[in-house]
């Protein structure tokens, strides 16, 4: 049984910032599950057994190498999209975080081609298909230092 396809996932999705304005994003590779050779913020999904805030911590750690500083709830969102053919649904539990800019990094190179800095008035293309829905969504909460 897939998550997201067979049962509604979870997904923890994280903008992670560094305090002056600037968001760390991440081209997804070849290895990603889908919308290869898109930007996003970033996330995962929650393990049966693990808390939300577990989640978000673990991983920021292992995609971007960096500790959660300090993290704020947004909201939530009923995601549901088709992938391949299949219909899929997820929750995604959503936040913006603020993480130490020189310590970030890639830590999954064999699913993110490269991350970068961005301020959110010059952001890269193409998006993930998610991004407009997560940035108007939120975006007087991510427009605050």
Not at 6 to 23: K, L
Not at 27 to 51: A, M, S, V, Y
Request: proline residues 3%.
């Amino acid at each position: 049984m897939k998550r997201g396809v067979d049962y509604t996932g979870v997904s923890i999705v994280f903008a992670c910032h560094d305090g002056r304005g600037n968001f760390l994003f991440s081209k997804r590779g070849i290895q990603c599950r889908d919308e290869q050779g898109t930007w996003d913020p970033g996330g995962g999904g929650l393990e049966f057994g693990n808390t939300v805030e577990q989640t978000l911590r673990k991983e920021i750690k292992e995609e971007y190498c960096t500790d959660v500083l300090a993290f704020e709830r947004l909201g939530y969102r009923d995601v549901h999209r088709e992938n391949n053919g299949a219909r899929t649904h997820w929750i995604a539990l959503d936040f913006k975080v603020l993480v130490d800019r020189a310590k970030a990094k890639n830590g999954e190179p064999h699913k993110m081609d490269e991350i970068r800095w961005f301020a959110l008035d010059s952001l890269p293309s193409p998006m993930h298909s998610q991004w407009p829905v997560f940035f108007n969504l939120y975006k007087e909460k991510l427009n605050q230092s």
